[in-house]
Structure formats: C-alpha cells, structure tokens
C-alpha cells in the first residue's frame, strides 16, 4: 500500500477479475461532503460544527470497511447503550464521567454516520430511517432513567433531585416526538423544511439552541467526577430544553395549522 489519494487493494471478486482499486479515507471523505443533504444552518452547535464531523470520518471508515448503514446503526446502539449502563451501574466519579461521555459521543457521532453512509452508498430505506429513530427514542426515556438508578443505587444526590431526569424524561420524549412528526407532517404536503434554510443569522440560533443539544449533554456527563457540579449543569440543561420545547410545541402547533388540508 502506498500513502497516495488512492490505495490499491490486491483483492479480487468471487469470480476473479481485475484487482480494484480501494479508496483512501480521504478520498471517500471527498465524496461524502458532495453526497449529503445540505445540513440545517441552525442545527445546535455541537451537533452541526462537532459531531457532523465526526460521523464523516466514522461513515469514511465504516464504507471502507464494507459495513451497512443498519449495521453501523446497530455499533451506534451498542456504544450509546454500553454509556447509558455504565451511568446506571459505576458511581459517581472521574472513572465513570470518562467512560460514560466516551461511549456516549461515539454513540452520538456513529448515529450521524449511518444516515451519511446510507446516502454515500444510495443505500437509505424506510426501515433504516425507522431503526434509526427507535434506537433514539429508547435512548431519550433511558440515559435520564439510567441516572436517576445511579443516583439512588450510589447514594450521591439528594432525593430531590429525583424531579430533573423525571422532568428529562417527559421533556425528551415529547421533543422528539414533536420534532419527528412535525418534520413527517411536513413532508406529507411537501412543505420544506424551514430549519434547511436556516432563516437570519443562523450561526446566533445554533448558539442559542445549544443548551438543548444532544451533543452537550453527552459531554456534561464528564462532569459527573464533581457531581454537585454536574447535577447543577444537567438541572439546566434540562430547564432549557423544557422551555425550547414549549416555545417550539406553540410555533409548531400554528404550522400545522396553516397547513393546507390534504390526505397524508
């Protein structure tokens, strides 16, 4: 193998043939950014500038290593999943804050790279969108639920602070399915999404959207090796993500509104 833009791969088909030639992790970064859909310019920050990123490379390896989009859905879960019961079962500490938010935004950043490897490979199917989305939404009600256990089963918070991961949990739920519906709502009358254009000074609402983000809750967990420090930053996390999504439930709701009656 040489370190050129283009590696070639001694390796023939099952009936022989020519060698092929396999592309290098660049090359097949190249043609990732050209085949994906344009990215909402008021994504929250994390998640549009970070973990979009980062799912890139991961989609780059998982192409070159002949995985599925389901498959790499499938090491999302695995990652996410692993993060969400380390939370539960480890107390509070440095060992548990690294573990956690390490499985955590792997999960996070494979979860971006099956959907670019599907359109890379052409390969995206309602299945693979309807996998994707269970696996979210079993991750939304569970990470809250895994750290209200882990703080009851470890002893390190006060009862009280039982109301923030319940609140995350109703808050989660609903700002998913909120989210989901509206976006299949609009499709079925063939209205663009308004996030796509990022409307003015996208770049200030991504900041501004940030607290919400699925991508900064993963990183606060590596404030779990201070955990009083940790439990006042997911308090407000949580409080932020309640008031977007009822100023996002209203701005909706009225959208759906003025829609056009037709059959879905």
């Not at 994390?46 to 790499?72: C, I």
């Not at 009358?189 to 919400?212: D, E, I, K, M, Y």
Request: glycine letters at 10%.
């Amino acid at each position: 193998m040489t370190g050129t833009t283009t590696e070639r791969a001694a390796v023939r088909g099952r009936g022989g043939g020519r060698p092929r030639v396999r592309e290098s992790h660049r090359d097949v970064l190249g043609r990732l950014g050209s085949a994906q859909k344009q990215a909402a310019r008021s994504a929250p920050a994390y998640s549009r500038f970070v973990n979009r990123r980062l799912g890139r490379h991961l989609a780059a390896w998982a192409y070159r290593a002949g995985l599925t989009p389901d498959q790499v859905t499938g090491l999302s879960a695995l990652a996410t999943f692993t993060g969400v019961a380390l939370l539960a079962v480890l107390p509070a500490g440095p060992v548990q804050a690294v573990a956690v938010t390490a499985c955590l935004v792997l999960g996070y950043a494979l979860d971006s790279a099956d959907g670019q490897l599907a359109r890379l490979t052409g390969t995206g199917s309602s299945a693979g969108e309807w996998l994707d989305h269970v696996v979210d939404a079993v991750k939304i009600v569970t990470l809250p639920v895994a750290l209200l256990v882990g703080m009851h089963l470890h002893g390190w918070a006060d009862a009280w602070w039982s109301v923030v991961p319940l609140v995350h949990v109703v808050v989660g739920s609903v700002l998913f399915f909120a989210m989901i519906l509206t976006e299949q709502l609009r499709r079925a009358h063939g209205v663009r999404s308004v996030a796509a254009t990022g409307g003015r000074a996208p770049w200030l609402r991504s900041l501004l959207v940030a607290p919400t983000d699925y991508g900064v809750l993963c990183l606060s967990f590596l404030l779990l090796a201070v955990p009083g420090v940790f439990l006042v930053v997911y308090a407000v996390l949580v409080a932020c993500t309640a008031a977007f999504t009822a100023a996002a439930g209203v701005k909706w709701y009225r959208e759906m509104r003025a829609l056009a009656i037709a059959p879905v």
